[in-house]
């Protein structure tokens, strides 16, 4: 009976020091990943590559255009005309393509006028339809101006009459 009950413990122990084997394998790897991740958040790790990058020259910072002001009539059937009257400005990605966007004007102000004149003022109302007016605009304006890059349309008056 001794000798079974030295069997019975000995049949629990080994299943109870494999699983301390299991645990300390699944852990220690838990532990360094931990440890690693501390110092490269910290900045252990990283702190000599940040001395050894090249310094980035420094971009010019956006710029603003006012567009001429737009009156046109909006598409509505019958005979009474609406008409809307939009002042905005356009944001340039970069201050020095201020000349390439000048020179586009005329091409800008082409593509605004044809677009708005396809509009009915029910596609106006609300702020759904100023966004999207906004990002068609923004669309038309990028084509226009290529390799240039317009990165807003900024809304100053939008009257709709």
Do not use: C
């Amino acid at each position: 009976m001794a000798a079974e009950a030295g069997k019975a413990e000995g049949a629990e122990a080994p299943p109870a020091r494999g699983g301390r084997k299991k645990l300390v394998l699944l852990a220690l790897p838990l532990l360094l990943a931990g440890a690693g991740a501390g110092l490269w958040f910290s900045g252990v790790f990283g702190a000599g590559h940040a001395a050894e990058a090249p310094q980035r020259a420094e971009v010019p910072p956006p710029a603003f255009i006012d567009m001429p002001e737009i009156i046109t009539n909006l598409n509505v059937p019958g005979r009474r005309p609406v008409f809307l009257k939009l002042r905005s400005k356009i944001e340039v990605s970069r201050g020095d393509e201020v000349p390439a966007v000048q020179a586009a004007m005329p091409r800008l102000m082409d593509l605004f006028q044809t677009y708005l004149r396809e509009m009915r003022p029910e596609e106006l109302r609300g702020s759904a339809g100023t966004y999207r007016l906004r990002e068609e605009l923004l669309a038309r304006a990028n084509i226009a101006v290529a390799p240039a890059r317009i990165t807003d349309v900024l809304f100053i008056e939008i009257i709709v009459q």
